[in-house]
């Protein structure tokens, strides 16, 4: 019952759940977005690629994405179970991951839609950070760490917010999140798998909705 997918827009709060569900239940976080950062980073080829189309909030191409994702779902910490945050993303990312699924004798246990109104997004989106030194995540607003610019999980006084995390980019990321992404909802609704929570509550009730689906 460990393979699931996180489904929601940009800022639906996907990877707060997904580090959540890792660190309870021991099944890893695989987010292609902090694959794809770590590339860029380390200024490998595909980083390169995929560089300039992340700044401008589109999607980068189908075959790098399901190649990537081809490659991480083999490796041994994925044994246990893993969850997708952020891939996939279209219509053929869908197909072909059921297709490696397949290949590799496993199946999706469940794809949880998170759904948060869009003009909340906007402000998840503007107001994100992340400790520089752990991932952890926090908003200006709505997650604050406890004592104030010292993270919570590792005490660290270091924190890095996103280039693609300004107002402009958003547009465009929330534009082929529904011309892209949403129609593979239906997708996954037929196969009978498709559950919703409310992306809109307080971080911990999400969780919690989560919870109750997987157990
Ligand atoms: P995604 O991975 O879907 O893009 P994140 O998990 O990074 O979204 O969440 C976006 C921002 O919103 C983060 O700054 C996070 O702290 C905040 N956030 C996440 N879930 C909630 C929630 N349920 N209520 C309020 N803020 C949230
Ligand atoms: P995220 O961290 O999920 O918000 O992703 C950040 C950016 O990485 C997106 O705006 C895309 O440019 C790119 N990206 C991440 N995952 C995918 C994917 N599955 N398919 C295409 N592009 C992706």
């Known amino acids: 019952m460990n393979h699931l997918i996180l489904l929601g827009a940009p800022g639906a709060g996907k990877g707060t759940q997904a580090r959540k569900l890792q660190d309870e239940r ?3 976080q695989l987010s292609t977005g902090d694959m794809l950062r770590a ?3 380390s200024g ?3 980083g390169k690629k995929a560089k300039a189309i992340m700044d401008a909030g589109k999607l980068v191409s189908d075959d790098i994405m399901i190649a990537m ?3 991480r779902v083999q490796q041994p910490d994925c044994k246990k179970g893993f969850i997708l945050d952020g891939f996939p993303r279209t219509a053929a990312q869908a197909e072909a991951l059921d297709a490696m699924l397949a290949k590799l004798g496993l199946a999706l246990d469940h794809v949880i839609e998170m759904t948060v109104d869009e003009k909340i997004l906007t402000e998840r989106i503007v ?4 400790c520089a030194k752990c991932g952890a995540g926090y908003h200006d607003a709505f997650q604050k760490p406890k004592v104030a610019g010292v993270c919570d ?3 660290s006084r270091e924190f890095t917010r996103r280039a693609d995390d300004n107002a402009e980019t958003v547009r465009t990321r929330l534009d082929a999140y529904r011309k892209q992404t949403q129609p593979i909802l239906p997708y996954y609704r037929t196969k009978g798998i498709l559950k919703s929570v409310d992306g809109m509550a307080e971080i911990d009730d999400v969780a ?3 919870s109750a689906i997987l157990d």
């Open 26 to 28: 021991g099944i890893v």
């Open 39 to 41: 590339a860029v980073k």
């Open 127 to 130: 107001g994100r950070y992340t």
């Open 44 to 46: 490998s080829e595909i």
């Open 208 to 210: 919690r909705q989560i």
């Open 153 to 155: 999980v590792c005490g």
């Open 69 to 71: 994702i081809e490659e």
